[in-house]
């Protein structure tokens, strides 16, 4: 009987620990996802209205601002961390400052390159292993 529990205490904790990083790699998805929105709906916004914008990558979070007001806040999962904060201009006709923002995995073996395009308002992801 005993064996039997201490067999089925091990089994328990072997499963877990593919579960919460199946679960942190659906937190990532789920955040490339809603940064790809919210940067879209940014320079839709921007253009549509004529207004400025800014987008900040700050460690945890990501700021989108509206002619200097707080528009939608991201937050960034647990498991990328920002190698250094940046900050993204848009003007009224969506051009964009160049850049590149990396995040770095907490298990280092991962790393994302953000890249912002020069004046076009577009951005794409490339990660290294």
């Keep these: ?32 996802q809603e940064l790809q929105h919210a940067w879209n709906n940014q320079i839709t916004t921007v253009t549509q209205q004529k207004l400025t914008g800014k987008v900040e990558f700050n460690q945890g ?29 848009i003007n009224s006709t969506g051009q964009t400052n160049g850049g590149t923002v990396v995040f770095n995995s907490t298990d280092r073996q991962r790393r994302f390159y953000l890249v912002v395009q020069l004046g076009w308002g ?3 992801v490339k990660q290294v292993n």
Excluded: C, Q
Excluded at 7 to 22: C, D, E, F, Q
Excluded at 63 to 73: D, E, G, H, L, R
């Design 1 to 32: 009987m005993l064996v039997v529990l201490a067999l089925m205490g091990v089994l328990l904790i072997i499963s877990i620990r593919p579960a919460n990083k199946t679960t942190d790699n659906y937190k990532e998805k789920i955040f490339w």
């Design 122 to 124: 577009k951005y794409y």
């Design 61 to 89: 979070k990501v700021i989108f601002y509206v002619n200097s007001y707080k528009n939608m806040v991201i937050k960034i999962p647990a498991t990328l961390e920002i190698y250094r904060g940046y900050r993204f201009h």
